[in-house]
């Protein structure tokens, strides 16, 4: 699959491999990012994946648009064997009432009982198609569709860091205070950034895992990244 | 040598050139708004060029050096050592004890305060850029407040050769250029953006400006699939009315974008005040 190209400004591109979410898809946009991030000294300054595009900044005066548009070309043509690497996260989340603020609009919404809610949401393996919006915020692909409910009509002015949600298709974590309209359901006790380094890479997979209320306010370990096969 | 602060301003931040490590996982860019002032500030006191400074939005505050020193303010405001006013855009030698006190004006948003040596701050993805959102960078991550410390190391580093930065004069149109989703606009919105002059509106900050005056037909759908971003982007949402990002945007969205400010021209941009009238033109890279 070829990408379309959309010219972005004077220092930047798009590059779009189609208009829906699709693992093919993402699997073609984590291939073009992850081989671009090489090219640093060639003039490719940053490189930001999404769900089916690669916006990809570059210096001018190094690296012509049309220069970067063929060196994307190969890369894309000479599609190497995929890389086969998977690596897996997993997300320590309290669904205590007293984090899972709407608890009862879930529960009245997907006429399920709260645990069946949390069970659903935990028992499953979600795939981090992209981060952004703020700093480690992951947006994550295989909900479940039996918990999916629209985000709050109004969304609040603060929502915790760590809080866990539900809106439309979509669950995540607020990595850190932001206001929002998702749906709460839990609390997750990490950081998922630090000041120099990702915890979690696009193209991950993730899994939450429920924690008492106890273990919740004494949690203090750092998010394992294990890698679970390599070809 | 240490800075203390006396009266914070409105919005006083420590920035530099920002960050781009962290695009790919959320991180924005960051840094000064207006680039150019911050480089001109450091070369000014003889610093490397993207050192750390104080940026200043509007009311810039007051400050009282407890230490000899050099300093230089970059930008279009006006301020006072001691009672005397003094020259924007030059080399000032400050005494021990002196108290400066800066003002934008009704020249421009932002002004800059570079300090020889190296202000210290907290680091960020590669960064000493303050980023208010995430309480990371700068002083503690956040704006500075009356009685706030700065410390100075009054070593200089190593000054990368070449300097040009000067206080030009302000672009009077901004150049903008196609972004992604361009093509999907109506003609009607393409020549609407660029013949009229719109007002930077009230709400404007370091994540976005929004504009007033500036309705127009938007796509077909008014949404994408979230994609990045880069400052000076203007996405039009389904209500039609544009927002500009800026330095502290978020990574990605998910609005149409019709076109992007130049680079060369973001500065002279954000510069603009609330209120303040903004014509933009087409421009072919």
Redesign the interface.
């Known amino acids: 699959m070829r990408f379309e190209v ?7 591109v ?1 590059l ?1 491999f189609g ?3 699709s693992l093919a898809i993402h699997n073609q946009v984590k291939q073009l ?1 992850s081989e671009l991030r090489n090219y640093a000294k060639k003039g490719i ?11 990809i ?1 570059f210096e001018p005066k190094m690296v012509s ?1 049309n220069e970067v548009v063929e060196l994307s070309k190969n890369i894309v043509d000479n599609n190497k064997v995929q890389d086969e690497k998977k690596y897996k996260v997993r997300i320590p989340v309290c669904y205590d009432k007293q984090f899972a603020l709407d608890w009862e609009v879930i529960c009245d919404y997907t006429g399920l009982k709260w645990e069946e809610v949390v069970e659903l949401h935990c028992c499953n393996e979600y795939l981090v198609y ?8 992951l ?1 994550l692909g295989g909900l479940n569709e039996q918990i999916r409910i629209p985000r709050k009509s109004s969304p609040r002015l603060k929502i915790p860091k760590g809080a866990v949600g539900l809106a439309d298709n979509q669950t995540g974590v607020y ?2 205070e ?1 206001p929002g309209g998702w749906q709460l359901i839990g609390n997750a006790p990490v950081d998922l ?1 630090g ?2 380094s ?1 915890v979690v890479e ?1 193209g991950d997979y993730l899994e939450f895992f429920p924690i008492t209320k106890k273990q919740h306010a004494s949690y203090s370990k750092q998010i394992e990244r294990i890698l679970v096969n390599e070809n | 040598m240490k800075i203390e602060v006396l009266h914070p301003g409105l919005s006083t931040t420590i920035q530099d050139s920002g960050r781009i490590n962290g695009l790919a996982y959320g991180v924005p860019k960051g840094g000064a708004m207006d680039m150019s002032l911050m480089h001109f500030a450091n070369q000014l006191v003889g610093n490397p060029i993207t050192n750390p400074v104080l940026e200043f939005t509007m009311q810039g505050g007051r400050y009282r050096f407890d230490h000899n020193s050099i300093i230089a303010i970059t930008g279009r405001g006006n301020a006072k050592l001691n009672s005397e006013k003094i020259e924007l855009n030059s080399r000032i030698f400050v005494n021990k004890g002196d108290v400066l006190n800066v003002n934008s004006g009704i020249n421009g948003r932002y002004n800059y305060l570079s300090v020889q040596g190296r202000i210290e701050a907290e680091e960020f993805w590669g960064s000493f850029s303050t980023y208010e959102p995430a309480v990371k960078g700068g002083f503690k991550g956040r704006k500075l407040k009356k009685g706030d410390v700065l410390s100075i190391n009054e070593r200089i580093g190593n000054k990368s050769g070449f300097f040009s930065e000067t206080l030009n004069s302000k672009k009077s149109v901004i150049r903008i250029v196609k972004a992604p989703e361009f093509h999907d606009f109506p003609e009607k919105d393409i020549s609407f953006i660029v013949k009229k002059r719109f007002t930077v509106s009230l709400y404007s900050n370091r994540m976005g400006y929004h504009l007033d005056e500036c309705t127009l037909e938007g796509t077909k759908t008014g949404n994408i699939i979230s994609s990045g971003c880069i400052p000076g982007t203007i996405q039009v949402p389904s209500s039609g009315e544009p927002i500009v990002l800026m330095a502290d945007s978020p990574t990605t969205g998910g609005y149409p974008r019709i076109g992007v400010i130049h680079p060369e021209d973001l500065g002279d941009f954000a510069q603009k005040l609330p209120g303040e009238m903004v014509k933009f033109m087409w421009f072919e890279v």
């Not at chain 1, 959309?6 to 930047?12: E, I, L, Q, V």
């Not at chain 1, 300054?45 to 916006?55: D, E, L, M, S």
């Not at chain 1, 992209?130 to 915020?137: K, Q």
């Open positions: 959309k010219p972005y400004g004077a220092d930047a798009l779009s208009d829906e979410i990012y300054r940053a490189v930001i994946p999404g769900y089916c595009t690669v916006t900044l648009l992209m981060l952004g919006f703020v700093p480690g915020f947006y990595p850190l932001t950034i000041v120099n990702a696009m």
